[in-house]
C-alpha cells in the first residue's frame, strides 16, 4: 500500500474504501478467510491514514483559533482576518 499524500479527497476516498469493505463482509455467508485477512489488513490501513489526517485538522483547527484568540486579546480588529491564513 502506496504513502498517498493526505488530503479531504484522499479522507473521502477512504472512507468510501471503507464502506465497501464493510458491504463486501456483509454481503457474504461464507468468507473465504484469506481474502477476508486482505480485507482487514486494508481497513487497518485506511482507519490509521484517516484519524491522523483528522488529527491533523484537529490541529489546524487549535492554529486558527489560537490566532484568533491572540489578535482578540491584541484588540487589533483591523489585521485579524488577513493573519489567518
Known amino acids: 500500500m502506496s504513502k498517498e499524500k493526505s488530503g479531504p479527497k484522499n479522507l473521502n476516498k477512504n472512507l468510501k474504501q471503507l464502506a465497501e469493505i464493510a458491504e463486501w463482509f456483509d454481503k457474504r455467508e461464507e468468507i473465504d478467510v484469506e481474502e477476508g485477512l486482505e480485507k482487514v489488513k486494508k481497513a487497518v490501513f485506511l ?3 484517516s484519524k491522523a489526517r483528522l488529527k491533523a485538522v484537529e490541529n489546524e483547527f487549535e492554529e486558527i483559533k489560537k490566532k484568533i484568540d491572540t ?7 483591523d489585521d485579524k482576518e488577513d493573519n489567518l491564513f
Open 71 to 77: 489578535k482578540e486579546n491584541d484588540g487589533d480588529e
Open 47 to 49: 482507519i490509521k491514514e
